[in-house]
T-cell receptor, first 114, second 114 residues
């Protein structure tokens, strides 16, 4: 069964550093998303991406964050100048047709900012 | 306002028993999805039920949707130790001008005792 692949599975970074989280969505999917889950809390929407541009972003997704689809397969989330509170599990998801259809999530990247 | 609230927050049952988890939401939806998350791991999509469906089955899972009550239930029959996980509902519908994000509940932590 097709999968959404995320790398790395765990990233430790120093506060103030930049990190790039990588995702390979399912090849025929057109809609891409990033969500995050702070330990013990709800999953939160960050951003959706369609047709090479951001469709929607949440209040969390401020200027510290950016997304990019640098080539035909990767979808990246860049976090500039990381803060301790950015520590969370970051999930990438993709969807073939977008809402109201289902999503496929990756297994996540655990980001730890120290 | 919060969308997708599960209850109970935690449920502990004996192996072999049935587990029922509930989810309530506040706004109109296109669909409602249930996900499983093993401790600290990724989100696994279990089942999606559309707003015009009332019941759906997948193996030992049965999901119901009552749009008049804005609620859904997930039933796991003949539970197994491997079912121990957190279970989340997520709704995909319009919230204000939002069209692209999943709104998540806080989850039900299910523990199956051998």
């Amino acid at each position: 069964e097709p999968e959404v692949t995320q790398t790395p599975s765990h990233q430790v970074t120093q506060m103030g550093q930049e990190v790039i989280l990588r995702c390979v969505p399912i090849s025929n999917h057109l809609y891409f998303y990033w969500y995050r889950q702070i330990l013990g809390q709800k999953v939160e929407f960050l951003v959706s991406f369609y047709n090479n541009e951001i469709s929607e972003k949440s209040e969390i997704f401020d200027d510290q964050f950016s997304v990019e689809r640098p080539d035909g397969s990767n979808f990246t989330l860049k976090i500039r100048s990381t803060k301790l509170e950015d520590s969370a599990m970051y999930f990438c998801a993709s969807s073939e047709k977008g809402p109201p259809y289902g999503y496929t999530f990756g297994s996540g990247t655990r980001l730890t900012v120290v | 306002s919060q969308q997708g609230e599960e209850d109970p927050q935690a449920l502990s049952i004996q192996e072999g028993e049935n587990a029922t988890m509930n989810c309530s939401y506040k706004t109109s939806i296109n669909n409602l999805q249930w996900y499983r998350q093993n401790s600290g791991r990724g989100l696994v999509h279990l089942i999606l039920i559309r707003s015009n469906e009332r019941e759906k089955h997948s193996g030992r899972l049965r999901v119901t949707l009552d749009t008049s009550k804005k609620s859904s239930s997930l039933l796991i029959t003949a539970s197994r130790a491997a079912d121990t996980a957190s279970y989340f509902c997520a709704t995909d519908g319009r919230m204000r001008d939002s069209n692209y994000q999943l709104i998540w509940g806080a989850g039900t932590k299910l523990i199956i005792k051998p």
